[in-house]
């Protein structure tokens, strides 16, 4: 069965169109940015370039989306660590991914 999280951002047709939450991570200050996003590729050139995007996931619902933010805001650190390496055990920056959609 594959991964519901993988499936969701596979295929995008029109990734403008979706809401996004993604973690930014700067690595120097162990420091973790939590946002949402309703153009991710726009948001990516307002990034700190001492921060980089290590998750990220689209909703077609900006409640989704929201509901996600508020969820992973909940989380201590390291569980919240623990679900990005789930997806990206490396912690690399994913910030092409996004371009390249």
């Known amino acids: ?25 700067n690595f120097k200050t162990r420091e973790m940015n939590i946002a949402l996003s309703f153009n991710l590729s726009k948001q990516l050139s307002n990034f700190d370039t001492a921060q980089k995007l290590v998750y990220y996931r689209n909703f077609s619902s900006p409640f989704d989306a929201l509901a996600h933010k508020f969820l992973l805001e909940s989380l201590s650190f ?20 996004i371009n390249n959609k």
């Open 1 to 25: 069965m594959e991964n519901p999280i993988v499936s969701q951002t596979k295929n995008l047709e029109n990734p403008a169109a979706l809401s996004w939450v993604y973690i930014l991570f």
């Open 78 to 97: 390291e569980s919240v660590m623990h679900n990005i390496k789930q997806e990206n055990p490396t912690l690399s920056n994913l910030t092409p991914e």
